[in-house]
């Protein structure tokens, strides 16, 4: 009698290891199957529930289509094996989802609001919080306005010589801009752009009364004042850059003007991991590049905040001289989709070098001598503004007023009321390489 071997598809053991594999491969595509559904969707809504169910819709046909193959294979096919299949499928990609990317991150209560905060009330509509040093005497007509870094991480309280401005006759003011700090949240996140907040220093110029004002801008804030004085040069009296951020955004987009996390410890770098690793987080930004709208729907101002905040503890010594005493923190919150999407915006702006290299507005730059900011990035702020004076300062990193308070602050006041700057390379002076810009721009 002849001996009739099947065909090796047809075998009982290679189908069961066919339908075994494919059935690991179904529950394995179905979750990834759920998240692109939910991202993907966001091109067309910013509905989180709407995400979610084409998320579940997506897993229910992947699991549906392979799981049902796979059953087959098995010996098990059926319509009622394949519903009970998918609907196990789906309650594992509910659970799943509802422990990590619908589980809300940490969210602490807000912090008692310090006594002299105050609150501007702008015509863009940002509710603006702010500090403010009175002067000493007559007032003198040219306020000075502090902008702080970021975008979105604010001080807290008058900056390191702001009061001293104020015993020489200057109005301080320092402020949180809009989406950072106390200030207004806003609920469309695509509001957070360059002209917003351009628009808003100059709506707080008109509130103050002021014809012209002085801008003192540190990292993010020397962008800002770069922008504004773009925009509206004839209402600047003088300018100070300190460690300013990139003149335009898109010649160094990302990190290119200087990566402030390479001296991180590895305790550091494993508390980061951890922090960038959230699997909302995660999710939350892949919805920033597709909709933002969608992303703040599911991730909201206050959590987010908050892991920026737990991200700038981090980081905060980071970028000052090897032995430099500890940054002290504070309670203000940072601003995560202010950070967000301002550099994005900041990112795609016109070059505004050649409109800044007719500005005529005396200008000093500072530069510590520890700062993680490319030379060039700074360098450019010199050879840009032709009334423009560049001052190194040793001893200081990215933060030259908390390195050197005393130096800053000699620096600010000669430098406001017209007086000879600490002169360069004296003994114990701290400066160096103190010179005039070229009037020619690069």
């Known amino acids: 009698m002849a001996l009739r071997i099947p065909p090796l598809g047809q075998s009982p053991l290679i189908r069961r290891i066919c339908g075994g594999l494919l059935l690991a ?87 008692r609001v310090p006594s002299d905060v105050r609150f501007w009330n702008l015509p863009t509509g940002s509710r603006i919080a702010y500090v403010h040093a009175r002067a000493v005497g007559t007032p003198r007509p040219t306020p000075v306005i502090f902008l702080h870094g970021g975008p979105g991480t604010p001080a807290e309280g008058i900056p390191t010589g702001g009061r001293e401005l104020a015993a020489d006759g200057f109005e301080v003011y320092s402020y949180d801009q809009v989406g950072a700090g106390r200030s207004t949240r806003l609920s469309d996140v695509t509001g957070y752009t360059v002209a917003r907040q351009v628009a808003d220093l100059d709506a707080i110029r008109r509130l103050l009364g002021a014809d012209r004002i002085v801008l003192v801008g540190q990292s993010w804030g020397g962008s800002l004042a770069a922008q504004y004085l773009r925009a509206h040069a004839p209402h600047v009296a003088k300018a100070v850059f300190t460690s300013p951020g990139a003149l335009w955004g898109r010649e160094y987009p990302g990190s290119k003007a200087g990566e402030p996390w390479d001296d991180l410890t590895p305790a550091q770098r494993s508390r980061r991991d951890d922090l960038d690793s959230r699997p909302r987080l995660i999710t939350a930004s892949l919805l920033l590049g597709v909709n933002p709208r969608a992303a703040h729907a599911l991730a909201g101002d206050r959590e987010l905040d908050h892991w920026m905040h737990e991200l700038a503890l981090l980081g905060k010594n980071t970028t000052s001289c090897v032995g430099a005493a500890p940054t002290e923190a504070h309670n203000n919150p940072q601003g995560f989709y202010s950070n967000q999407m301002t550099v994005k915006d900041f990112e795609q702006l ?68 017209d007086k000879p700057l600490p002169a360069p390379e004296a003994p114990g002076s701290g400066v160096s390489g103190a010179g005039h810009a070229s009037p020619t721009g690069p």
Not at 369 to 397: I, N
């Open 25 to 111: 491969v179904t529950v394995a595509l179905a979750p990834a199957a759920a998240a692109a559904g939910f991202v993907v969707a966001a091109f067309a809504t910013a509905s989180v529930p709407l995400l979610a169910a084409t998320g579940l819709a997506v897993a229910a046909v992947v699991a549906a289509l392979l799981g049902g193959a796979a059953l087959s294979l098995l010996g098990k096919g059926g319509l009622r094996a394949t519903a009970a299949l998918t609907g196990i499928l789906l309650l594992g990609v509910t659970g799943l989802a509802a422990a990590t990317v619908f589980r809300p991150m940490p969210t602490p209560a807000a912090g």
């Open 350 to 417: 016109p070059d505004p070098r050649p409109v800044l290299r007719g500005v005529h507005v005396p200008s000093l730059i500072l530069r510590g001598q520890c700062d993680f900011v490319k030379p060039e990035v700074t360098q450019e702020y010199r050879r840009t503004l032709p009334d423009s004076r560049l001052v190194r300062v040793r001893g200081a990193g990215h933060a030259i007023a908390h390195a050197q308070p005393r130096l800053y602050t000699a620096l600010l006041r000669a430098f406001l009321l």
